[in-house]
T-cell receptor, first 117, second 110 residues
Framework: DAGITQSPRYKITETGRQVTLMCHQTWSHSYMFWYRQDLGHGLRLIYYSAAADITDKGEVPDGYVVSRSKTENFPLTLESATRSQTSVYFC????????????????FGPGTRLTVL | QKEVEQNSGPLSVPEGAIASLNCTYSDRVSQSFFWYRQYSGKSPELIMSIYSNGDKEDGRFTAQLNKASQYVSLLIRDSQPSDSATYLCAVEGNTGKLIFGQGTTLQVKP
C-alpha cells in the first residue's frame, strides 16, 4: 500500500524557472491538498481539490498553479520560481470515515524540499 | 486572531512522565479535531482524532475535547525519548480543509 508519494523529494532550482512537484495517491481519495511549511508559519494551504477537474485556492495560492485531470494525481507548478517559494511542500489526501458521525482524516505524503536560488 | 493556537514550547518532560499538550480554537462550529506528530525532517503523521466531548484513549495517548471551552488536549503517558517531536493540533473547517496550529515541540529527556 504505497499511499501518497511525492516527487522529487529534493529539488534545487533557480529564480524564474518553472518547477512542477508531483503528488500521487493510491487510495482513490476525493480530496487532495498542497501545503507549504516554513519556520514561523506552520503549515499553510496552497490549493486543494475536491475531485478530478475541481480545484480551489487555499491561503497562499499566488505563484502556484494546480491541475487534477485524474483522481490519483495532483501536480503543483511554480510558474516562475522565486526565493520566497523556498520551502517544504506537502501533499495530502482525505479519507472519509463514515459512521454515526462522518468525518475526514487527512494523510500526508513525505514532502518535497524545494530550494530556489 | 489565530484560529488554532498552541504553545510553541519547547515543552520538556522527563522520561516516564506525562506530557500535556494543549490547543484552543476559535470556530465554534468545528466538529473534528486531530493531533499530528511530526519528527524533524519528516511529514506530519496522524496519531489521534476526536469528535465528541470527553476523552479518547489509544495506547499511551489520550485526546481530550471540550467544545464549550473550545480546547483540545493531548496527554502522553509514560513519555519516551522517541516521543520527542513537534505535535500539531488541527481543526476541520469547511469543505474538509484542516486548520493547523503552529505546533508544540516536545522534548523528553532520558
Amino acid at each position: 500500500d504505497a499511499g501518497i508519494t511525492q516527487s522529487p523529494r529534493y529539488k534545487i532550482t533557480e529564480t524564474g524557472r518553472q518547477v512542477t512537484l508531483m503528488c500521487h495517491q493510491t487510495w482513490s481519495h476525493s480530496y487532495m491538498f498542497w501545503y507549504r511549511q516554513d519556520l514561523g508559519h506552520g503549515l499553510r494551504l496552497i490549493y486543494y481539490s475536491a475531485a478530478a477537474d475541481i480545484t480551489d485556492k487555499g491561503e497562499v495560492p499566488d505563484g502556484y498553479v494546480v491541475s487534477r485531470s485524474k483522481t490519483e494525481n495532483f501536480p503543483l507548478t511554480l510558474e516562475s520560481a522565486t526565493r520566497s517559494q523556498t520551502s517544504v511542500y506537502f501533499c495530502a489526501s482525505n479519507r472519509r470515515i463514515r459512521g454515526g458521525s462522518s468525518y475526514n482524516e487527512q494523510f500526508f505524503g513525505p514532502g518535497t524540499r524545494l530550494t530556489v536560488l | 486572531q489565530k484560529e488554532v493556537e498552541q504553545n510553541s514550547g519547547p515543552l520538556s518532560v522527563p522520561e516516564g512522565a506525562i506530557a500535556s499538550l494543549n490547543c484552543t480554537y476559535s470556530d465554534r462550529v468545528s466538529q473534528s479535531f486531530f493531533w499530528y506528530r511530526q519528527y524533524s525532517g519528516k511529514s506530519p503523521e496522524l496519531i489521534m482524532s476526536i469528535y465528541s466531548n470527553g476523552d479518547k484513549e489509544d495506547g499511551r495517548f489520550t485526546a481530550q475535547l471540550n467544545k464549550a471551552s473550545q480546547y483540545v488536549s493531548l496527554l502522553i503517558r509514560d513519555s519516551q525519548p522517541s516521543d520527542s517531536a513537534t505535535y500539531l493540533c488541527a481543526v476541520e473547517g469547511n469543505t474538509g480543509k484542516l486548520i493547523f496550529g503552529q505546533g508544540t515541540t516536545l522534548q523528553v529527556k532520558p
